[in-house]
C-alpha cells in the first residue's frame, strides 16, 4: 500500500469521525451530565463551619437558578444575596445550529458586566472563550482540551495581552461528575487543588448535594433541587 492511499485513508477516517461527533452534538443537559428532562437547576450554596475537619454547612451564601430551553441548552442563569436580592443575570444565546455565540452576565442593577463570546474545536466543543467589559475591550481569555467524552479536562486562562497565567487539569469520575481541578500559574507551581464530594441522588440520577473542597479542607456545600 503506498504511502499516499495510507494518507487519504487516515485523512477520511479522520473527517468520518469529526463529522460524526459534530453530528451528534451535546446540549447542555448532556454537557454537563445532567440526565432526564431537566427544565430548572436550583442551587443552594452553603458555606461550612469555620476550623472544622468534617463539611458541617454553615450559612447560606447564594442561591442560583439556571432555567433549560426546550431543545436541552441553558436560557437564563441568576443568582441571589442571601436576603433574596438579585445579584447577577445571565442570558445565553444561540445560533440557528444550536451552538452558544455569548453570555451577556448582568448585574443585580441590570448593568452589563461581562459578555464572553465562544469559538469551537471540529468535534463541537467550546475551544476558546473571549471575555469583554462593558466597553468592548477583551480583559481575559481561556481555551480548553476535551477528552472523547467530551469532558474538558486542561483549561488555560490567559490576560488581556495574551499571557498564561492560570492552568487547570481536571479528572472526572465514571460518571462524568467533576472531582477534581488541580490550578497552576505560568511556572507550573500549583496554586489550589479543588475535589469535589458527591452525595444524595435523585431518580434520574443527578447529585443533589456536593461538597467542595481547597486544599482538603472544606470550603463549601451545595444543595441542589431539579424540576423536570
Not at 165 to 181: A, H, V
Request: charged share 25%.
Amino acid at each position: 500500500m503506498s504511502s499516499v492511499y495510507k494518507f487519504f485513508i487516515a485523512f477520511t477516517v479522520t473527517v468520518f469521525t469529526a463529522s460524526s461527533v459534530i453530528a451528534q452534538q451535546k446540549n447542555d443537559l448532556k454537557r454537563y451530565k445532567l440526565k432526564g428532562d431537566v427544565k430548572i437547576v436550583t442551587e443552594l450554596e452553603y458555606s461550612v463551619q469555620p476550623n472544622s475537619k468534617d463539611a458541617i454547612k454553615d450559612g447560606l451564601k447564594v442561591k442560583s437558578i439556571c432555567k433549560y430551553n426546550p431543545a436541552g441548552n441553558r436560557s437564563e442563569y441568576l443568582t441571589y444575596s442571601p436576603a433574596g436580592e438579585v445579584m447577577s443575570r445571565s442570558i445565553f444565546n444561540y445560533n440557528d445550529s444550536g451552538k452558544l455565540v455569548n453570555i451577556k452576565r448582568y448585574r443585580g442593577d441590570g448593568g452589563l458586566n461581562v459578555t464572553t463570546e465562544y469559538k469551537y474545536d471540529i468535534a463541537g466543543n467550546e475551544a476558546e472563550e473571549l471575555n469583554y467589559d462593558p466597553s468592548g475591550t477583551l480583559f481575559m481569555s481561556g481555551k480548553g482540551k476535551y477528552d472523547l467524552n467530551g469532558n474538558r479536562i486542561v483549561y488555560d486562562r490567559y490576560n488581556q495581552f495574551g499571557h498564561l497565567f492560570l492552568k487547570s487539569n481536571i479528572r472526572y469520575d465514571k460518571k462524568g461528575n467533576e472531582i477534581e481541578e488541580r490550578e497552576y500559574d505560568s511556572h507550573q507551581a500549583l496554586q489550589f487543588s479543588t475535589t469535589y464530594e458527591y452525595s444524595k441522588f435523585d431518580n434520574h440520577g443527578n447529585w443533589l448535594v456536593r461538597i467542595t473542597y481547597k486544599n482538603k479542607v472544606p470550603r463549601a456545600i451545595i444543595e441542589r433541587e431539579l424540576a423536570y
